[in-house]
């Protein structure tokens, strides 16, 4: 759940399987003349789409955190109980792999990411392993990585979208679509500065892939009012990019205790959020 400044009085809370949907959004508009599209397309755009959708487990009866207030995203894995976490992301990425064990590859790869800097694409994040239940869920989803590859590649179209090459540019292109989606959906209005973590505009200096032979890029996300950005180089196949999603306003207070919070999580005001990338 990202938690973001509102107002003096209220906070705006943005679930992340509301965020998971931008990222597939952005996913699906994904290449143009420059850019190359994903491939497999319903495959990577179902990846993006549900690579948070594990946190429906906790976010339909959200908890708070130890000072009492709405819990954030970001250091969740400490704040949620690292069984909580874990636990989550095992069950979203189960549920995706019995539609498309492809899509569930590479969100198992993006989970096993979240706790080991990218895999080295991001260096900023902490790292978690070396503890017991990390190195645990690693290896479990190393396992069924394995295990789903090896099916995969018995299917004589996903041959090359199974190379060792083509596994690790969707790898980046998931964590690409995750930051995009996390700029646009964790803050309030689009040119707020209230956010001090999270991703950079220029989506923490993830590699983003460009095409076949072509070496990876930056983007920058340039936003110029309270709901547009300019992107560069432009990503998407249209131009302007609508994204719409919805946020809760809850009172910006400390919390006695968890029925307290809930209830005015559930009677809470929603909004419709509504921003435009554009091209320059």
Known sequence: MMVCTYNESHVLLVLQIDH?????????????????????YSSMVLAAQEHDSGWWDWEIKPTVNEQGYPSDYIGSIKHLGQSVWLNLYRHGIERLAARDSYAAYH?????????????????????YSGDPAVEE????????????LRELQKDQALQEMTSDDHLWTNFKLMEVFDQFAQFVCNRYPFNSRARKNGPTNKLSNVPVPVGPGQPDITLTVDVQNEKEAIVHPYPFDVSPLGVSF???????????????FLQDFYRAKRIGIDYTLRAA
Not at 20 to 40: M, V
Not at 114 to 125: A, E
Not at 137 to 148: C, D, M, P, T, V
Request: hydrophobic residues 40%; proline residues 7%; aromatic residues 8%.
């Open 137 to 148: 869920f690693i290896a479990e989803q190393k396992k069924l990585r394995a295990g789903w």
């Open 20 to 40: 998971s949907r931008i990222a597939g959004l952005l996913a699906a508009h994904w290449g143009n003349d420059r850019f190359a599209k994903p491939t497999p």
């Open 246 to 260: 919805e946020g809760r306003l809850v009172p910006n207070r400390r919390y006695s205790d968890q029925e307290e």
């Open 107 to 127: 969100v198992s790869m993006h989970g096993e990411g979240l706790l080991t800097r990218g895999m080295g694409l991001l260096p900023s994040m902490p790292v």
